[in-house]
């Protein structure tokens, strides 16, 4: 990146100070200029990039990128552009030569199923012998390497840099998950999507968008921004499907389970073992549970499919795709007859518990006994809380409310919100510390129960006062299992 090309870029409103001897790496963290580096601006939505400019001066940045007017008397060369949150995409992009372009990138949006869908594809073009990379909620596959990841969408810089590395390694595919955050923000301007998806919009990040038709119109900006060569695959039987579409340039493929669409689907049998759907004319089976890993499944075979792959070929792949981890995982040890069913699940909305808690209640055995674990995260939208309750109260036999990411709340207030949706709280058992509400209600479970732990998912931790302590569900549940298998002296559930 030459200093004309950088001008050039940023069409900017005015340019001063030096031509700088080198240009380093682009950078939107003052803490993290090294010298040489382009430091570029950004009015946060919990801090301004701007006060920090002197901090990234004093670090060695050679170049200041700036929305606001900024003079200094130092040796740096200071760009205005006109907005620096939309610029930061497609600089990242060339600053690191552009990878985007030379990968086959899909996208996946909706409130639940990003993660499952997002796997399934990336899972099915393993098997179908593509070289994938995968970015989303659980973890980050890049090449032959897996990390955890902090954001559903990490900012642009770390999106450019991460797919980078990607087609150094090789890869030919990106699957990502796209958070409507990311969209409103405009961490994925400067990416062309081939594919876009859009899962399900249901009742989740309110804290954040304030309302649902601010949420929806976040997610629409995906398929707005579609190229006409790309694809968008949408979910005909959500409400917000034909808003999602309604100005998308794209080819839309729509797919329902219920009435006549482009791919017409159908669920012939839903079990504990699995399922088996038909897609158009291709029958798949799965080892996934539930309507809603139906839908999931439809949509990753049609992605699929959108890429060139032929139905027999997909039909293959997926169906020797596990999916994600933490969605409806059974815990180790809980298949033995003298056991709790115990299932981990990421279910954090009023939609997914939905969804996970019907299919259990539905496939459970006559006489089986549905115990529903949960709570509710803090600092998020609280008009959730009761709506979860209700929710739960409708599908368990038992109830057991805890804490989830507590986060700077005071767990017990949030489980007060939670308890005021039940009508029959006195029935409902309350154990803030979730490791204790997990390790009772194994302890106590007849062998006929099905334990529906929900929340948390695939997370290894949880966070407390700005803090994250390791936390696992499922481990927590395995260990209680070992626990009660020396002593399976069990009362009711």
Do not use: W
Request: aromatic share 6%; proline share 4%.
């Amino acid at each position: 990146m030459n200093l004309k090309k950088l001008i050039a870029l940023c069409k900017p409103i005015e340019v001063s100070g030096p031509e700088p001897d080198t240009i380093g790496m682009l950078c939107n963290d003052s803490r993290k200029v090294t010298p040489g580096d382009v430091f570029i601006a950004i009015e946060g939505f919990q801090a301004d990039g701007h006060t920090f400019i002197d901090d990234a001066i004093d670090n060695g940045a050679s170049i200041v990128i700036s929305e606001k007017p900024f003079h200094t008397d130092k040796e740096v060369c200071v760009i205005q552009a006109e907005d620096t949150r939309a610029l930061i995409g497609p600089l990242a992009q060339e600053f690191y030569d552009n990878p985007a372009q030379r990968l086959t990138i899909v996208g996946i949006t909706g409130t639940n199923g990003k993660t499952t869908v997002a796997n399934l594809v990336y899972q099915s073009l393993q098997n179908l012998g593509a070289n994938p990379s995968l970015l989303g909620t659980v973890a980050k596959h890049i090449g032959n390497q897996k990390m955890d990841s902090t954001l559903t969408t990490s900012d642009p810089i770390e999106l450019a840099a991460d797919m980078a590395q990607m087609v150094e390694a090789g890869s030919t595919h990106l699957v990502m998950e796209v958070s409507s955050h990311a969209l409103d923000q405009l961490r994925v301007r400067g990416i062309d999507f081939q594919i876009a998806a859009f899962t399900n919009l249901s009742h989740d990040h309110l804290d954040y968008h304030e309302d649902l038709t601010s949420y929806a119109e976040a997610k629409k900006i995906l398929f707005d921004n579609l190229d006409p060569d790309a694809t968008a695959v949408i979910n005909g039987d959500d409400d917000k499907a034909r808003f999602m579409v309604m100005d998308c340039p794209a080819k839309v493929i729509d797919f329902s389970f219920k009435k006549a669409l482009n791919v017409d689907c159908q669920v012939l049998e839903n079990t504990m073992d699995g399922l088996i759907i038909r897609i158009d004319k291709t029958m798949v089976e799965s080892p996934l549970v539930g309507i809603f890993n139906a839908y999931n499944l439809a949509q990753a075979f049609i992605i699929c499919t959108v890429m060139g792959y032929s139905n027999q070929e997909v039909k293959e792949a997926l169906e020797n795709a596990p999916g994600a981890a933490g969605r409806l995982e059974r815990v180790a040890g809980s298949e033995a007859e003298y056991n709790p069913v115990i299932l981990v699940d990421y279910a954090h909305t009023p939609d997914a518990l939905e969804n996970v808690a019907s299919t259990l209640a539905a496939v459970k055995a006559e006489q089986q006994q549905l115990h529903i674990v949960f709570g509710c995260g803090g600092n998020r939208d609280k008009t959730k809380r009761p709506t979860m309750a209700q929710i739960a109260e409708q599908y368990g036999d038992n109830i057991t409310v805890t804490s989830d990411n507590p986060r700077d709340e005071d767990p017990d207030a949030i489980i007060d919100d939670i308890m005021k949706g039940f009508e029959n709280p006195q029935k409902v058992k309350r154990i803030t510390d979730r490791k204790k509400a997990i390790e009772y209600v194994i302890k106590h479970a007849a062998p006929n129960t099905m334990i529906l732990i929900a929340g948390k998912g695939h997370e290894t931790y949880q966070e407390i006062r700005g803090e994250r302590f390791d936390f696992d569900d499922r481990l927590i549940a395995r260990n209680a299992l070992g626990n009660r298998n020396v002593n399976p002296k069990n009362e009711d559930s």
